[in-house]
C-alpha cells in the first residue's frame, strides 16, 4: 500500500471521492424526471467543448462547461415549449456534439486521439489546480442538490403539484439541467465523458432498490457512489487497469447486489389484510397508527378519485386501514 504515499495517487482519490458524491446527488433528480440518458447526451455535448478548446489553445474545463451548459439550457428550452421530444433532443445531443468536438480536434490537429483522456477518464493527472477546480464544482452541486431538495423533488415528482404549491418549476428544471451540466463537465476527469452517466445513475437505481423514502435514497446514492469512486480507483491502481472503467464497474457491481438484497428486505411489504399468513398480505407499519383527515398536520393532495397526504415530500395513499407509500 506504499503506493498511497504519490501524491498523484491522493489528488486522485480526493477528486474521485468528490465526484462520486456529488455524481449520484444530482442524478437523483435525472432519473426521477425519467431522462437517465441526460447525462450521455450532455457527455458528447461537453466534447464539442473540449474540442473547440483543443483548436483555441484554451483551457478544456472552461469551454466544456460553458458549451455543456448552453446545451443543456436549450433541450430544456424545447422540452417546455414542446417543439420537440426528449429523445429528439437527446438524439441531437448525441450527434451533434460528438461530432463537433471531434471535427474541431482534427482542424486542431490531434483528431480523436486528443480527446482520449477526457472521453475516459485520466485521474491519474489531475493536478493541484484540477482538484480545487473539482472541489468547488462539487461543492456547488452538493450545495443545491442537498439544500434544495425538497423543492426539486416536488418539481420532479409532479410539476402540476409544485406549480400549485407557487413553486417556480421552470426555473428549478433549468436548475436540474444546468447542475448536471456541470456534473458532468466535472467528472471528466475522473471517469470520462461517456461513462459519466453511468456515475449519475447505477448508484441511484441500486439504491432505489433497497431504499423506498427519497432521503434514503438519496444518501444512499451518494454512498454507493463514493464508495464504488474509492473502490474502483484503488482496484485499478493495485492491478494498472483504467480507473475510470473500473469505477463504472464496480457501480453495476453494487447495482446487482441490490437486487437480492431488496428482495430479501421487502419480500413481506405486500400481504393482504384479510390473510395475515399469506406472503402477499400488506404489513402494517408505525405510520399506519396515523388517521389523516381535515386538520391532521399533513398538508391533503385532491386527486379525484383519491385523497393523497404528503409526509417529508412523499405522497401516501389510503389504503383501506393504512396509507401506502407511492
Same mark, same amino acid.
Given at each position: ?96 456534439? %460528438? ?7 482534427? +482542424?486542431?490537429?490531434?483528431? /480523436?486521439? =486528443? $480527446? *482520449?483522456?477526457? !472521453? @475516459? ?9 484540477? %482538484? ?7 461543492? +456547488?452541486?452538493?450545495?443545491? /442538490?442537498? =439544500? $434544495? *431538495?425538497?423543492? !426539486? @423533488? ?173
Amino acid at each position: 500500500m506504499e503506493f498511497l504515499t504519490l501524491a498523484f495517487v491522493q489528488r486522485a482519490l480526493i477528486a474521485a471521492a468528490m465526484v462520486g458524491l456529488c455524481s449520484p446527488s444530482i442524478g437523483t433528480y435525472i432519473v426521477q424526471r425519467r431522462l437517465s440518458l441526460l447525462g450521455d447526451g450532455l457527455g458528447h455535448v461537453a466534447i464539442a467543448g473540449v474540442g473547440l478548446a483543443l483548436m483555441t489553445g484554451s483551457a478544456p474545463l472552461g469551454w466544456a462547461v460553458a458549451i455543456c451548459v448552453a446545451g443543456a439550457i436549450g433541450i430544456e428550452t424545447a422540452r417546455q415549449r414542446g417543439r420537440a421530444t426528449g429523445d429528439i433532443g437527446l438524439a441531437v445531443l448525441f450527434y451533434g456534439g %460528438l461530432a463537433g468536438g471531434v471535427l474541431m480536434a482534427s +482542424v486542431a490537429g490531434q483528431g /480523436a486521439g =486528443g $480527446l *482520449s483522456s477526457y !472521453l @475516459f477518464g485520466s485521474l491519474n493527472t489531475v493536478s493541484t489546480q484540477d %482538484l480545487w477546480v473539482v472541489a468547488g464544482l462539487c461543492a +456547488v452541486i452538493l450545495l443545491i /442538490a442537498v =439544500g $434544495l *431538495s425538497p423543492q !426539486l @423533488f416536488t418539481v420532479c415528482a409532479d410539476e402540476d403539484f409544485a406549480r400549485t404549491l407557487g413553486l417556480p418549476v421552470k426555473a428549478y428544471n433549468y436548475l436540474i439541467v444546468i447542475l448536471a451540466a456541470i456534473t458532468v463537465t466535472t467528472a471528466m476527469r475522473t471517469v470520462g465523458l461517456l461513462l459519466v452517466s453511468a456515475l449519475m445513475v447505477i448508484p441511484v437505481a441500486a439504491a432505489q432498490n433497497i431504499f423506498r423514502g427519497f432521503w434514503a435514497s438519496l444518501w444512499a446514492a451518494m454512498g454507493i457512489g463514493l464508495v464504488a469512486s474509492i473502490t474502483g480507483y484503488l482496484v485499478a491502481v493495485f492491478a494498472n487497469l483504467a480507473p475510470g472503467a473500473m469505477i463504472v464497474i464496480i457501480t453495476i457491481v453494487f447495482f446487482i447486489i441490490s437486487w437480492p438484497i431488496a428482495a430479501l428486505l421487502h419480500s413481506g411489504r405486500h400481504r393482504r389484510l384479510d390473510d395475515p399468513d399469506s406472503p402477499t398480505s400488506h404489513d402494517i407499519t408505525v405510520h399506519d397508527q396515523h388517521v389523516h383527515g381535515p386538520g391532521c398536520g399533513h398538508e391533503a393532495v385532491d386527486h379525484g378519485d383519491h385523497v393523497d397526504y404528503i409526509h417529508d415530500g412523499h405522497l401516501h395513499r389510503r389504503h383501506q386501514d393504512h396509507y401506502d407509500e407511492h
